[in-house]
């Protein structure tokens, strides 16, 4: 190979490798945040995770809290009235709004 192939071969770019659409994570905390990703991918992985639809456990024992007065814990009934946008995470304990 010649000084001006070398020169001019294409190099691989350094910025994020694509990812496999099937093991991107459903956990709210484990996801990258998009601008992670590579740009070619992006739109793909947000429709990914929409049609994956939000992170919502059942049959967990979620535990309870003391609010004031009160004990208080996550309800998943919230899930049928707050369906599209709520999502649970059991590892932290913690409720997020999309």
Request: glycine share 6%; charged share 35%.
């Amino acid at each position: 190979m010649t000084t001006l192939e070398i020169f001019l071969k294409r190099k691989t770019p350094l910025g994020p490798s694509l990812v496999d659409l099937d093991k991107l994570p459903w956990d709210p905390f484990d996801r990258k945040r998009i601008l992670d990703y590579h740009p070619d991918q992006r739109d793909e992985i947000r429709r990914k995770y929409w049609l994956n639809g939000p992170c919502q456990p059942r049959g967990h024992d979620f535990p309870k809290r003391k609010i004031g007065a009160e004990e208080r814990r996550f309800s998943p009934t919230w899930y049928a009235s707050y369906g599209r946008w709520l999502e649970y995470n059991v590892k932290v304990d913690k409720t997020l709004c999309l």
